[in-house]
């Protein structure tokens, strides 16, 4: 651990986050939450807050009924004095969410917040206020910057399990107190059905929370909509959220196994009653940005696009990456031209431009899909390729020449400090490219770090493409598929720079926050 002290949120954990604490909805085995209809709006799937910077923050919550949002903010949990913030009406158009963005904060600076939920007929009548805190961004560079990143929720059918505790693994993230955590991708499994029970290795069983809309792949906006309020049944999430803000991205899981742009589902999956991803897609990407706060998909945002940076401070910029949106087909991914590639053209262009106006010690590249492990594609019967990488260790082809021309930019324009962080497939690794050992020559040194998953099955190590000369300095995987949750190999990754030497410390860490890995990269430099 570093040795800077933590945020001051200690006295929060034990005051105004108890009321999101005691948010523990009734759900049994089976059951879908059952709220209190006494009148006043409801808060029950707790709060969140998003895409925090120096003075500003998106705050977000969902009633249970048509409800004028109320948000007050106070620099103590007293709320002496609080400011005042009117939010959206939130109804049925929503699934009755909604976000407020609170501007002009005080940067480096604990921000204790409440919601207030009221009748939309009588100001007055207002629901239980839901309280949580966050912290601004420093500008002060002394006050360095430590954040968590995973992914890969609730998949192959390994949902909330009550036996266990829930997701356990955010207990143990909130325990680290980061200054936000950035979710790389497969936030539900919308593809993925959740039963009342599967059967263990060892003969035991797990035993699921159950809802109508994770009984089937989802399709229709009100399925979508419920994968993701599914997650929030969790207490321990719920906690989370109150405590720590996120940065969300998106991959295939959100809408399907793999998809791409385009994609026509064959008849023969007989699970999909309509055969259109773009449908799909279009349905998740708004249920996507109705229950999580992100600066570029709230209403009223003009860039209506998961990709965006996040400036933290003179230390951190957060590149945050959709490689599903814009991407090509999924194929073998041997062409040698790709102008498409996975990012799409528009897309890196904006990602160079970006990367080259940052002014940070350190351009965290959120990937979320790994460059140079082998992902494969069988959903259509052929060998096709989900990611970069195809297992073909020459020169770049396919999708490959994308990242090439990227990484050739940021070699010519010396562009120093850029890591890659990523979760997909479901293991923890370390990689270190080194074009003395690529095919592909014409870059500098760096380092992709992989973890998650976060409550999902777990899977052997994917192969490594020597096309840019990856390394495995470090790996934690099961030798068999799909280990669950209750076998291990759950991870989360921390990155913790300090505000002093400017060095970035990644700490690899299992499910109970115990470390595995640690590498200490130096500033300043365009290769590592």
Same mark, same amino acid.
């Given at each position: 651990?570093?040795?800077?002290?933590? !945020?001051?949120?200690?006295?929060?954990?034990?005051?105004?986050?108890a009321?999101?604490?005691?948010?523990?909805?009734?759900?049994?085995?089976g059951?879908?939450? &059952?709220?209190?209809? =006494?009148?006043?709006?409801?808060?029950?799937?707790?709060?969140?807050?998003?895409?925090?910077?120096?003075?500003?923050?998106?705050?977000?919550?969902?009633?249970?009924?048509?409800?004028?949002?109320?948000?007050?903010?106070?620099?103590?949990?007293?709320?002496?004095?609080p400011?005042?913030?009117?939010?959206?009406?939130?109804?049925?158009?929503?699934?009755?969410?909604?976000?407020?963005?609170l501007?002009?904060?005080?940067?480096?600076?604990?921000?204790?917040?409440?919601?207030?939920?009221?009748d !939309?007929?009588?100001?007055?009548?207002?629901g239980?206020?839901?309280?949580?805190?966050?912290?601004?961004?420093?500008?002060?560079?002394?006050?360095?910057?430590?954040?968590?990143?995973?992914?890969?929720?609730?998949?192959?059918?390994?949902?909330?399990?009550?036996?266990?505790?829930?997701?356990?693994?955010?207990?143990?993230? &909130?325990?680290?107190?980061?200054?936000?955590?950035?979710?790389?991708?497969?936030n539900?499994?919308?593809?993925?059905?959740?039963?009342?029970?599967?059967?263990?290795p060892?003969?035991?069983?797990?035993?699921?929370?159950?809802?109508?809309?994770?009984?089937?792949?989802?399709?229709?906006?009100?399925?979508?909509?419920?994968?993701?309020?599914?997650?929030?049944?969790d207490?321990?999430?719920r906690?989370?959220?109150?405590?720590?803000?996120s940065?969300?991205?998106?991959?295939?899981?959100?809408?399907?196994?793999?998809?791409? !742009?385009?994609?026509?589902?064959?008849?023969?999956?007989?699970?999909?009653?309509?055969? =259109?991803?773009?449908?799909?897609?279009?349905?998740?990407?708004? &249920?996507?940005?109705?229950?999580?706060?992100?600066?570029t998909?709230?209403?009223?945002?003009?860039?209506?696009?998961?990709?965006?940076?996040?400036?933290q401070?003179?230390?951190?910029?957060?590149?945050?990456l959709?490689?599903?949106?814009?991407?090509?087909?999924?194929?073998?991914?041997?062409?040698?031209?790709?102008p498409?590639?996975?990012?799409?053209?528009?897309?890196?262009?904006?990602?160079?431009?970006?990367?080259?106006?940052?002014?940070?010690?350190?351009?965290?590249? &959120?990937?979320?899909?790994?460059?140079?492990?082998v992902v !494969?594609?069988?959903?259509?019967?052929?060998?096709?390729?989900?990611?970069?990488?195809?297992?073909?260790?020459?020169?770049?082809?396919?999708?490959?020449?994308?990242?090439?021309?990227?990484?050739?930019?940021?070699?010519?324009?010396?562009?120093?400090?850029?890591?890659?962080?990523?979760?997909?497939?479901?293991?923890?690794?370390?990689?270190?490219?080194?074009?003395?050992?690529?095919?592909?020559?014409?870059?500098?040194?760096?380092?992709? +770090?992989?973890?998650?998953?976060?409550?999902?099955?777990?899977?052997?190590?994917?192969?490594?493409?020597?096309?840019?000369?990856?390394?495995?300095?470090?790996?934690?995987?099961?030798?068999?598929?799909?280990?669950?949750?209750?076998?291990?190999?759950? +991870?989360?990754?921390?990155?913790?720079?300090?505000?002093?030497?400017?060095?970035?410390?990644?700490?690899?860490?299992?499910?109970?926050?115990?470390?595995?890995?640690?590498?200490?990269?130096?500033?300043?430099?365009?290769?590592?």
């Amino acid at each position: 651990m570093s040795d800077r002290p933590f !945020p001051g949120r200690r006295s929060v954990l034990r005051g105004s986050l108890a009321a999101s604490a005691a948010l523990t909805l009734p759900v049994g085995l089976g059951a879908a939450p &059952a709220f209190a209809r =006494s009148g006043r709006p409801e808060a029950g799937w707790g709060v969140q807050t998003g895409d925090v910077t120096a003075d500003s923050g998106l705050v977000w919550v969902r009633a249970d009924r048509p409800a004028r949002m109320i948000v007050e903010t106070s620099a103590t949990e007293s709320f002496r004095a609080p400011r005042r913030w009117q939010g959206p009406l939130l109804g049925a158009g929503t699934d009755f969410t909604g976000t407020t963005r609170l501007h002009g904060l005080p940067s480096g600076e604990q921000i204790h917040y409440r919601v207030l939920l009221a009748d !939309p007929d009588d100001p007055r009548r207002t629901g239980e206020p839901v309280t949580g805190t966050f912290r601004t961004v420093s500008r002060r560079r002394r006050d360095g910057v430590r954040f968590l990143w995973s992914g890969d929720l609730a998949g192959q059918g390994w949902g909330i399990n009550p036996d266990r505790g829930g997701y356990r693994i955010y207990e143990a993230m &909130a325990k680290l107190d980061p200054d936000f955590f950035l979710c790389s991708g497969d936030n539900i499994y919308a593809d993925g059905p959740i039963a009342a029970t599967q059967a263990l290795p060892d003969g035991g069983t797990w035993r699921n929370v159950t809802t109508e809309e994770k009984a089937k792949v989802a399709e229709t906006l009100a399925d979508f909509r419920g994968n993701f309020r599914y997650n929030l049944l969790d207490a321990n999430l719920r906690r989370f959220n109150a405590q720590v803000p996120s940065v969300i991205q998106w991959d295939d899981h959100e809408v399907r196994n793999n998809w791409y !742009p385009g994609e026509v589902i064959a008849t023969t999956d007989t699970r999909y009653t309509e055969k =259109s991803v773009d449908v799909l897609a279009a349905r998740a990407r708004r &249920a996507f940005g109705e229950y999580f706060p992100i600066s570029t998909l709230r209403r009223g945002a003009k860039e209506g696009r998961v990709h965006r940076v996040l400036r933290q401070g003179p230390l951190l910029d957060v590149f945050v990456l959709d490689m599903r949106t814009y991407r090509n087909a999924n194929s073998p991914d041997d062409q040698t031209v790709d102008p498409q590639g996975i990012m799409g053209r528009e897309q890196l262009e904006w990602l160079k431009r970006e990367l080259s106006r940052s002014r940070a010690v350190w351009k965290v590249i &959120a990937a979320d899909m790994p460059i140079g492990l082998v992902v !494969p594609d069988t959903t259509e019967g052929r060998p096709n390729f989900e990611a970069v990488a195809q297992g073909d260790p020459g020169a770049p082809l396919g999708r490959e020449l994308q990242i090439a021309e990227l990484l050739r930019f940021v070699k010519h324009r010396r562009i120093t400090g850029t890591v890659w962080l990523t979760a997909d497939v479901h293991h923890t690794s370390a990689q270190h490219y080194q074009p003395s050992r690529a095919a592909f020559t014409d870059f500098e040194p760096f380092w992709e +770090f992989v973890s998650g998953p976060l409550n999902a099955g777990a899977f052997p190590a994917s192969a490594l493409d020597g096309t840019f000369g990856p390394e495995r300095v470090f790996v934690k995987a099961p030798t068999a598929s799909n280990v669950s949750p209750a076998g291990g190999y759950q +991870f989360f990754g921390e990155v913790d720079i300090d505000g002093g030497s400017g060095e970035l410390t990644v700490r690899l860490r299992e499910q109970d926050g115990s470390v595995l890995f640690t590498r200490t990269l130096r500033p300043g430099l365009v290769g590592q």
